[in-house]
């Protein structure tokens, strides 16, 4: 079984560029979480998705975040422009919603620098 | 809302000893679920454990354990024979039972361990 799939799994960007990371969810995952984290503020939750469908984005940042969840299989955090505090590691989860535990499975992380 | 604490940052453990991690909560509901995770230097985030509120009976998987204290709040991992490949950052995690797939995650706690 294939877990959580990130892309890219480090990018180093310019301040002001655009910045898309990518996520595949497990198959048959229902719910889907993009988490950053850094030293200073630790693992934060940006969003979340349940069946495509944005739940929760009262995690993300500014509005140069944002989010999408265009089918089951994929998912798309950019940033834009992207600052120097941006740096960090950003994680894509997924679980299946229905099951008694739930529990989130994560993808490797996407460690993020912009300069 | 619900609260995560964890007040060890760090801890070290000699090599084949024992060593607890504590972990306390904070919340209305009756019905939850908690986690322990686990991310090795490799960032990989790793499920350890878990427990259902519900169940009285502590959570085991091989050297690891809990001591789940609902009326305390409280939700240690025992790691008994620590190994080298358990040193890691641990994080203590919450999930409510009643819809809500957030899961609340602590600051975490650094585990060395002592040749």
């Known amino acids: 079984d294939a877990g959580v799939i990130q892309s890219p799994r480090h990018e180093v960007t310019e301040m002001g560029q655009e910045v898309t990371l990518r996520c595949k969810p497990i198959?048959?995952?229902?719910?889907l979480f993009w988490y950053r984290q850094t030293m200073m503020r630790g693992l934060e939750l940006l969003i979340y998705?349940?069946?495509?469908?944005?739940?929760?984005d009262s995690g993300m940042p500014e509005d140069r975040f944002s989010a999408k969840m265009p089918n089951a299989s994929f998912s798309t955090l950019k940033i834009q422009p992207s600052e120097p505090r941006d740096s960090a590691v950003y994680f894509c989860a997924s679980s299946r919603m229905g099951q008694t535990y739930n529990e989130q499975f994560f993808g490797p992380g996407t460690r993020l620098t912009v300069l | 809302a619900q609260t995560v604490t964890q007040s060890q940052p760090e801890m070290s453990v000699q090599e084949a000893e024992t060593v607890t991690l504590s972990c306390t909560y904070d919340t209305s509901e009756s019905d939850y679920y908690l986690f322990w995770y686990k991310q090795p230097p490799s960032r990989q985030m790793i499920l350890v454990i878990r427990?259902?509120?519900?169940?009285?009976q502590n959570a085991t998987e091989n050297r690891f354990s809990v001591n789940f204290q609902k009326a305390a709040k409280s939700f240690s991992l025992k790691i008994s024979d620590s190994q080298l490949g358990d040193a890691a950052m641990y994080f203590c995690?919450?999930?409510?039972?009643?819809?809500?797939?957030?899961?609340?995650f602590g600051k975490g706690t650094r585990l060395h361990i002592l040749p």
């Open positions: 427990q259902e509120a519900y169940k009285q």
């Open positions: 198959s048959g995952h229902n719910s």
């Open positions: 995690a919450y999930r409510s039972a009643s819809g809500d797939d957030k899961i609340i």
């Open positions: 998705f349940n069946n495509n469908v944005p739940i929760d």
